[in-house]
């Protein structure tokens, strides 16, 4: 997923997904219910409507809603009385429809929460949304120094900055003093271009850099985000940074890998990327199914396009298996360039050697 604050009305949906997603579960996860043919033609109607009024390329929305409303006429859907299945069904033609990986539609055997358009989230759910964040720790799994003062930190999503920003400042502290990071975002999901932005932040130095820019047909509008010049805590330098990828990595994930791989700031490494570059968020469609529906695209300041569809293409491309032996070891041979470590080229061989024959689980 990949969403802005901008998107007050679903943003706390979002997150839930985001939080299920990260945890490989959520509520009646697997769990399915009948559904009929009123039901499937009432979520037909909704979601062309949300479609026609929302969708980042108006005249693509058009015909994406004729072609919906033509497979319901002619019965394309008529056999299927399962929820997830017509849900599966629905985001099959929406994307071969569209070539976008973010929409899609969602069954949920439990009620949708009713919500008004751009109503504020209430004091409950605030509580509900920041216990979310906290319970995944913000989207960092693991962050640690490896042999050869090597930093890794494994980051599963982009969370809310506003409740994240303390767990970021403790792992960049706390790998501050290492020679090179691995950033490993194999299972990132995505999330926000806030937190995109915090974190890109400690890998750059004081003068403010154009990472992205999001375009949003609500108000024809266009969001620029920048690093910012103070973080709290320590900033990383120009060290080596090593980003891991697989097909997984998607969203706000692509969009960190993009803007550092554009901006030569990091060499990435694994395999390309899922191709999600448009923003947007959760739409109800009804009391059991609800549409992710892309508001926005992404910009980017010296590509002026971005990653939709293509995904991202590593510098180093090797399996998501051999992504952190691969890293793990270029990382070591930067040791070996420092004038410093000349004494140490024995040493460095050797742990080079280990790696390569007995990598780290990671």
């Known amino acids: 997923m990949y969403f802005s604050s901008l998107m007050i009305k679903v943003v706390l949906f979002i997150v839930l997904v985001v939080v299920a997603a990260c945890f490989g579960q959520g509520p009646a996860a697997g769990a399915d219910m009948p559904v009929d043919a009123a039901t499937r033609n009432a979520v037909i109607a909704e979601l062309r409507e949300d479609l026609k009024a929302n969708y980042v390329f108006p005249e693509v929305a058009e015909k994406t809603a004729g072609m919906l409303e033509k497979n319901r006429a002619d019965g394309k859907y008529d056999a299927i009385t399962s929820g997830k299945a017509f849900?599966?069904?629905l985001t099959a033609d929406l994307q071969a429809a569209t070539n976008d990986r973010h929409l899609r539609v969602r069954f949920s055997a439990d009620a949708l929460p009713v919500r008004q358009p751009q109503a504020a989230p209430t004091e409950a759910e605030k509580i509900k949304h920041r216990?979310?964040?906290?319970?995944?720790?913000?989207?960092?799994?693991t962050v640690e120094r490896l042999r050869g003062n090597i930093g890794y930190i494994k980051l599963n999503g982009f969370s809310d900055p506003e409740i994240g920003k303390e767990t970021v400042e403790a792992a960049m502290n706390f790998i501050a003093n290492t020679e090179a990071l691995i950033i490993d975002l194999r299972q990132n999901g995505g999330g926000s271009p806030e937190m995109v932005a915090l974190i890109s932040?400690?890998?750059f130095g004081d003068k403010p850099?154009?990472?992205?820019?999001?375009y949003w047909r609500a108000g024809d509008r266009t969001e620029e985000f920048w690093t910012k010049p103070e973080v709290k805590?320590?900033?990383?330098?120009?060290?080596?940074?090593?980003?891991?990828?697989?097909?997984?990595?998607?969203?706000?994930g692509e969009e960190f890998t993009y803007n550092l791989k554009n901006l030569k700031r990091a060499t990435i490494i694994g395999e390309t990327t899922g191709g999600g570059a448009h923003p947007g968020g959760m739409?109800?469609?009804?009391?059991?199914?609800?549409?992710?529906?892309?508001?926005?695209?992404a910009i980017s300041p010296i590509t002026k396009t971005n990653w939709e569809g293509t995904g991202v293409e590593p510098d180093v491309k090797v399996t998501k298996?051999?992504?952190f032996k691969t890293a793990y070891v270029m990382a070591i041979e930067h040791l070996a360039t420092k004038p410093e470590n000349a004494d140490l080229k024995d040493a460095i061989a050797e742990l080079i050697g280990e790696i390569k024959k007995n990598p780290a689980k990671h």
Do not use: C, M, Q, W
């Open 87 to 89: 849900a599966e069904a």
């Open 131 to 141: 216990n979310n964040v906290l319970n995944i720790n913000a989207g960092f799994e």
């Open 201 to 203: 932040s400690y890998l």
């Open 209 to 214: 850099v154009h990472l992205n820019s999001l």
């Open 233 to 252: 805590g320590r900033k990383y330098g120009d060290k080596p940074v090593f980003v891991l990828t697989a097909k997984r990595t998607f969203s706000a």
């Open 283 to 297: 739409f109800r469609l009804g009391d059991h199914f609800s549409a992710f529906i892309s508001t926005g695209r």
């Open 321 to 323: 298996e051999e992504a």
